[in-house]
């Protein structure tokens, strides 16, 4: 059986023993003669998986008690303009942060619905790093503060929750959420689509605050209202069912793993030794994002020409490290190392940086 290390960005590696899991109860989940994909959504099986997700994450994350975990459709993609929709009103001012493309898209989507103040942004720079206190210019009281806490393409990462005060802060963080512990209280509502560090695509988590429940309008379609979802435990229609079940496998492989404490330590040595590489090459890597805004999930360089970025990325390639092509705004390389990537592969595309340099 051949397996690569996968440094794709998203969707992105899994950890082969939950594969491996799913693919062993694929065909006959738990003595039903079903696979998960066969069974009713409203059937004890599937409510105890959904169930277990969302407690799972709640303990991983120690979200307090006055918090809902959702599982909703329509990728991050579609939190961008279903949280302006629930919670910026007329008369009312949201504030958003651009640190990259997901936060623009997220900005963008806001602006057709209603006022919207950039409280900062680093695009001047090509987004290389996380905006500090005095770059920022919020309104007198936002009715929100909307920020990408990963910004996947540009690889930084918010590293103080902080400076943002009592407003309600929301926060993408389909690209880092579970890398490390977290202080919820902080937040009135996260979102994440599962496929860099929570599982396969179809599925977006959102942790919300109940207090953001009760804000809601009533006149939204029923699909768009987080309270409806809340109300239904996520099953006010039929749920990505499969995805929801393998996002309950990767919780509960990241619990056996240790836990966020775990996480974080892995990952903070996973992105240390490309960072080392980058820093340790006189100059023949650089690294995209400034120091202080590195990403533990998403490492970005460029290398002295792009034709040498070819060569690296075939040569990477025939070694079994695939994915590590740059997006076209930064371009060079990027290596996502998720969760699920393991040490020995950071290790390996260390060592062959190392050797490519050479
Ligand atoms: C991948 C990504 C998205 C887009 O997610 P979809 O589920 O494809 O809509 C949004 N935000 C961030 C930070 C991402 O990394």
């Not at 919820?184 to 996260?190: C, D, G, K, Y």
């Not at 070819?310 to 390639?317: D, G, Q, V």
Request: net charge negative.
């Amino acid at each position: 059986m051949k397996r690569v290390f996968n440094f794709n960005p998203g969707p992105a590696t899994l950890p082969l023993e939950v594969l491996e899991e799913a693919q062993k109860e694929l065909t006959n989940y738990k003595d039903t003669g079903m696979s998960v994909m066969e069974i009713s959504h409203r059937s004890k099986e599937f409510e105890e998986i959904i169930e277990q997700a969302e407690t799972s994450m709640k303990e991983l994350l120690g979200i307090p008690d006055n918090y809902r975990v959702l599982f909703l459709q329509g990728g991050a993609s579609t939190q961008f303009f279903m949280i302006p929709m629930n919670y910026l009103r007329e008369g009312e001012t949201a504030d958003y942060i651009l640190t990259g493309s997901f936060a623009e898209k997220a900005y963008k989507e806001a602006v057709k619905i209603g006022k919207v103040n950039v409280a900062g942004t680093t695009k001047e720079s090509n987004f290389n790093h996380i905006p500090s206190p005095d770059e920022l210019n919020f309104s007198p009281s936002p009715s929100y503060i909307h920020i990408t806490s990963n910004n996947t393409i540009f690889g930084t990462q918010w590293k103080d929750y902080s400076i943002f005060g009592d407003f309600p802060l929301a926060a993408d963080m389909s690209s880092d959420i579970l890398c490390g512990p977290l202080d919820v209280s902080r937040f009135a509502l996260i979102y994440a689509g599962a496929q860099k560090n929570l599982g396969p695509s179809g599925v977006t988590v959102v942790i919300i605050r109940e207090d953001m429940l009760e804000k809601v309008p009533a006149e939204l379609p029923s699909m768009l209202k987080y309270n409806i979802h809340a109300e239904n435990n996520s099953l006010y229609n039929t749920p990505p069912s499969f995805s929801v079940y393998m996002v309950n496998l990767i919780l509960q492989w990241v619990k056996k793993e240790g836990g966020l404490e775990k996480m974080k330590e892995k990952n903070e040595k996973k992105s240390s030794l490309l960072y080392e590489a980058i820093d340790q090459s006189d100059g023949f890597y650089k690294g995209h994002a400034v120091k202080e805004s590195r990403s533990i999930m998403n490492v970005t360089f460029r290398l002295p020409d792009e034709e040498k970025e070819k060569k690296f990325i075939s040569e990477a390639t025939s070694r079994g490290l695939v994915g590590l092509k740059g997006h076209r705004s930064v371009g060079g390389i990027r290596a996502s190392i998720y969760n699920a990537m393991p040490l020995e592969g950071c290790e390996k595309l260390a060592d062959f940086m190392e050797e490519f340099k050479k």
